[in-house]
């Protein structure tokens, strides 16, 4: 294979908005066929300063901020709820791109996970009621035990209710930057950083 087509990032061609930005590429991500283009890697903070990361999926993003969902009790939840900022990274390493986001963390309203939650596959909501997530637990067998309960209680074409303890998180972001790989290491980096007066623009040493 090949070098990938080389691209780059100019000011001059930059969407007026951090939103509009992320929107294009995502669009060209997927147009693009990469794996898992709503993929994100989630990094939070505990109260003792410990950090840890890992991958979820973007359900939704508007100019608001960036919208997933989880147990709240899982690991992730209880860091945010103990410390309710963190950072994302997608990581579209096929077009040599890279989005990183911070800011501060919010609830879903509750409607809406209500929405989002009914319209899961029905095998999704039986597995959000039977994982007690990133609890430790002896072996498998409590999870296949606990996912046929739930499909004795709540057959095929029946309402499966939302677990209280699951629910949707927004991080609505101070900072967007967008990362374009170039040759010799000399990569575009331009930031969408909100201050007093509105989002600002920098471009960023490589």
Do not use: C
Request: proline letters at 7%.
């Amino acid at each position: 294979m090949g070098e990938p087509q080389e691209r780059s990032l100019d000011e001059r061609e930059l969407a007026p908005s951090w939103l509009a930005q992320f929107q294009a590429w995502a669009r060209e991500t997927e147009a693009a066929g990469v794996a898992e283009p709503h993929a994100m890697v989630l990094a939070t903070v505990d109260k003792d300063a410990q950090p840890s990361a890992r991958t979820v999926l973007l359900k939704g993003v508007d100019e608001r901020g960036f919208e997933f969902y989880t147990n709240l009790r899982s690991r992730k939840g209880r860091e945010l709820a103990a410390n309710p900022r963190a950072a994302l990274v997608f990581g579209w390493y096929a077009l040599r791109r890279q989005v990183t986001v911070q800011g501060e963390v919010e609830p879903v309203e509750r409607g809406r996970a209500d929405r989002y939650f009914a319209s899961r596959p029905y095998g999704s909501q039986l597995g959000a009621l039977a994982s007690q997530q990133s609890e430790t637990i002896p072996s498998r067998e409590p999870l296949e035990r606990a996912h046929a309960e739930l499909q004795r209680r709540y057959p095929p074409g029946s309402q499966v209710p939302r677990p209280a303890h699951w629910g949707g998180l927004r991080l609505v972001p101070s900072s967007v930057e967008f990362w374009q790989g170039r040759r010799d290491r000399l990569h575009d980096r331009l930031r969408f950083r909100r201050g007093k007066d509105g989002w600002a623009i920098e471009r960023l040493s490589p």
